[in-house]
């Protein structure tokens, strides 16, 4: 089955919900990566986690979260533009034994250190524009807790989240209270009231029916009693955008003397796209040319994906 993604609406509340569900994008991220199943879990759910947020993007460009850790896992990094492509890849600590039960907090959080991040980023930026980054403690025990904690404070928009994944799939579920039409947050007593009921029902979906049970009949099986507003499902795939110029302007950034002492201690600069594994290499001759041709820099938001 094509990769989903579905959108939904309460009729008469300013209540809407989104269920995705990742198979074959979520099966080309795995494939270059041997995770430890912890890890696995947490970034397959940040991969949902971003499908689902992305879904509302109103500009051309992308969603990319980042969790930064201090324990085991020090990188998380989930990308995903408004055309739903996505791409995602984790950085561990050097030659660390991860325990297949442990939790987000243990895995990034281990010292007290942890970040999380949003970053907005316009693919059409205007001249001197910036993307937007918001970036915040790691409060929270699951990835869901952490990005509804992020919404509410950031964005004041109430958000629950129902994230699972395991090595075929990446599943999640979304239900977010809107604010009113007409230039008012204030929620009508309805709007609380479908809110405060369809989270109830929510919060009854347990992991293992969340990762085996299909969008349709999970909608209904959760939600039969509702007036619901259904709109075309759309389909997620994966993406990378890494390209052999891109790796070109991250050297460029490194600096040519930096580069130099690397050419000669390895004759050749072998670069591996964390993200899709696509391979580049770079010889002496290509790496002046990038000093002597006027090549702009561009501003790479997931410059830790790549490595010597």
Known sequence: MTDTLQKFLFENASVRGELVELSDTWQQILVHSDYPPAVRT??????????????????????????????????????????????????????????????????????????????????????????????VPLDGDTVAQVIENYMLRSEQLDTKLWLAADGTVARGLLLQKLPREGGTDAPAEDDLETWHRTVALAATLQRDELLTTDIRTLMHRLFWEETIRVFEPRQPRFHCSCSREKVGNMLKMLGQDEITDALQEQGTLAIRCDFCGRPYSFDA???AQL????IPVEHLLAATAFKH
């Not at 020090?74 to 297949?100: G, N, S, Y």
């Open 42 to 135: 947490l970034l397959g759910e940040m991969l949902a986690a971003a499908a689902l947020l992305s879904a509302n993007l109103k500009f051309n460009g992308a969603i990319v979260m980042q969790i930064h850790g201090d324990g085991p896992v020090r990188l998380l990094v989930v990308e995903c533009d408004a055309a739903l492509q996505l791409r995602a890849t984790a950085k561990l600590a050097p030659d660390v034994a991860i325990d297949d039960a442990a939790g987000l907090q243990q895995l990034v959080h281990a010292h007290g250190q942890g970040r999380f991040a949003i970053t907005l980023d316009p693919h059409d930026k205007l001249p001197g524009q910036q993307a937007y980054q918001g970036i």
């Open 285 to 287: 001759v290509d790496c």
């Open 291 to 294: 000093f002597v041709t006027d």
